[in-house]
């Protein structure tokens, strides 16, 4: 088995540190965790590691050799492959030429594309996975989220035949993916850890760290607060290691009424969802929930204006729902979609743009910097936004920070109704308490919101009522009242729905 030794590994922006001299121990046949708040430096270390980022100072030592690290190439070399969170794809070409990318293609007779034997590689590569249901002739732009994973996940898979690959690096890999998703990772994992190779495993899933994991590191404020067996430790310690503080209660607890109806739908029908009739008041919660794909983001949608009702009736504050986007942040709907990177930001636009975007009309004709720096600002303070001011580009934040970004653009329109779809998606421990504390402050002030979520946990914990789509239809609806038993009947319905699968 192997052995790897990433030690005094430093990185500083600008004068400030963003890992400060950590070392981290990996052996081969076991999975490492690595766990940290948003900006605790977890990202910085991946990207060392990588060779994309220069360290200030990094020694590498594998079985007792120096190796060098200067840049990915190097990195390739060393037999480490990398799978990051964020699913950077070319939509435009097949799943089996993105799975192949960066590699030289097969060829037949030393010219032509060989496409049934990059096919062939693609799906061998599909199989180890046990995801044999995706099509490697599909547009990769096409897939579900969780499937596009898979797709990344198989791509460093292909990237490791033919030269050995000792550490396999996975970044948030289940942020995307349903539980059966997940599951078919963990027994990926299991056999590469079987077969000699280190994992490190960087994730916010408490739950999956300790199903999964041998050890796990937790970084925080860019230094290494611990390393321990995983038997050895519990989920109270490693949150109290990332946060510097005890988390007793999970989720803030509701502090205000809930006051009259603010939406209302009535028999509705769309293109895709099918059976809608339920409402919302002022202050409240409605959780939506069931499995993957369910239509939980189509019925956000539809209150954006870009769902429409064929049938039934659907009304927002005493008005039909708005018929597009703008009008709909004009009269007070917010939205903050599941993936923040591709449908939410501007990555190389400053805090400041991205806040205000949607608003542009409140500044009159003619730009106003100094008030959109005042609003981003407020705004940034209002959520909890660590940067370092308003110009910075919103792509050198962290996951979590990122999404406070699009919290603070909801927030800067003062809704009455705020839709959020998986809001806590590869965010850490810290960012998921601030996130709840916006939701129940916004609640107290008279604000709707309508929360997607497969974190069963996070609905549970956060909703007044909880709305159930089956396959685009409404399925449940239950109230606050019956919540508090309503676990066991949330975990039954996800489980006759798995097993009708």
């Known amino acids: 088995m192997h052995s790897l030794t990433f030690s005094n590994m430093s990185k500083a922006y600008g004068g400030v540190p963003a890992l400060a001299d950590v070392t981290l121990h990996l052996a081969g046949g076991r999975v490492h965790a690595l766990m940290g708040e948003n900006g605790a430096g977890k990202s910085t270390l991946i990207k060392l590691i990588a060779g994309v980022v220069r360290a200030d100072s990094l020694t590498v030592i594998k079985d007792g050799q120096t ?57 061998a590569a599909l199989k180890f996975l046990g995801a044999t249901h995706i099509d490697v002739r599909a547009l990769a732009g096409d897939l579900p989220a969780g499937d596009k994973m898979m797709m990344k996940i198989a791509a460093a898979l292909v990237a490791a035949q033919g030269t050995p690959a000792d550490l396999y690096v996975f970044d948030e890999p289940t942020a995307a993916l349903t539980g059966e998703e997940s599951d078919m990772l963990f027994a990926v994992i299991e056999r590469l850890r079987a077969g000699g190779a280190a994992v490190l495993y960087v994730s916010h899933r408490m739950d999956e760290v ?93 209150f954006m204006g870009l769902n429409r009702v064929q ?60 008030r959109e720096r005042r609003d981003a600002v407020d705004m940034g303070q209002k ?74 946990p996070e609905i549970l914990g956060m909703c007044d009522r909880v709305l159930v789509l089956q396959d685009g239809r409404q399925a449940h609806l239950l109230d606050r009242a019956a919540l508090s038993g309503s676990g066991d009947l949330l975990t039954r319905f996800y489980s006759a729905e798995q097993g009708g699968q």
Not at 312 to 324: I, T, Y
């Open 67 to 123: 190796l060098p690290l200067t840049n990915a190439q190097d990195a390739q070399d060393a037999g480490f492959r990398f799978i990051h969170q964020e699913l950077n794809i070319v939509p435009q070409v097949s799943v089996a030429e993105n799975i192949l990318l960066g590699r030289a293609l097969p060829r037949r007779f030393g010219v032509a594309v060989d496409w049934a034997d990059l096919r062939a590689q693609a799906r």
């Open 210 to 302: 300790l199903r999964i994991c041998d050890d796990v590191t937790v970084l925080r404020d860019g230094a290494r607060v611990s390393t321990k067996p995983v038997a050895d430790t519990s989920k109270a310690e490693i949150i109290q290691a990332m946060t510097g503080r005890d988390v007793k209660d999970a989720y803030p607890p509701r502090s205000s009424a809930m006051g009259d109806t603010i939406a209302r739908v009535e028999n509705v029908q769309t293109r895709d969802l099918h059976d809608l009739t339920f409402d919302i008041k002022a202050g409240e919660v409605l959780g939506v929930s069931g499995l993957a794909e369910a239509g939980q983001s189509r019925l956000l949608r539809l």
């Open 311 to 370: 049938s039934g009736r659907a009304e927002f504050d005493g008005a039909p729902l708005p018929n597009s986007p703008a009008q709909a942040w004009a009269r007070g709907v917010a939205y903050i979609p599941r993936e923040r990177r591709a449908d939410s930001l501007c990555l190389n636009m400053a805090i400041r743009s991205n806040i205000v975007l949607p608003h542009l009309g409140r500044y009159g004709l003619r730009a106003q910097k100094r």
């Open 383 to 456: 959520v909890r936004l660590k940067s370092n001011g308003p110009e910075q580009p919103v792509g050198q934040l962290s996951g979590g920070n990122q999404q406070k970004v699009v919290f603070a653009r909801a927030l800067l329109g003062n809704p009455k109704l705020l839709l959020l779809d998986e809001p806590t998606r590869g965010v850490d421990v810290g960012a998921k308490y601030d996130i709840y504390l916006l939701v129940r402050e916004l609640s107290a002030q008279g604000c709707a919101v309508i929360l997607t979520s497969t974190d069963l």
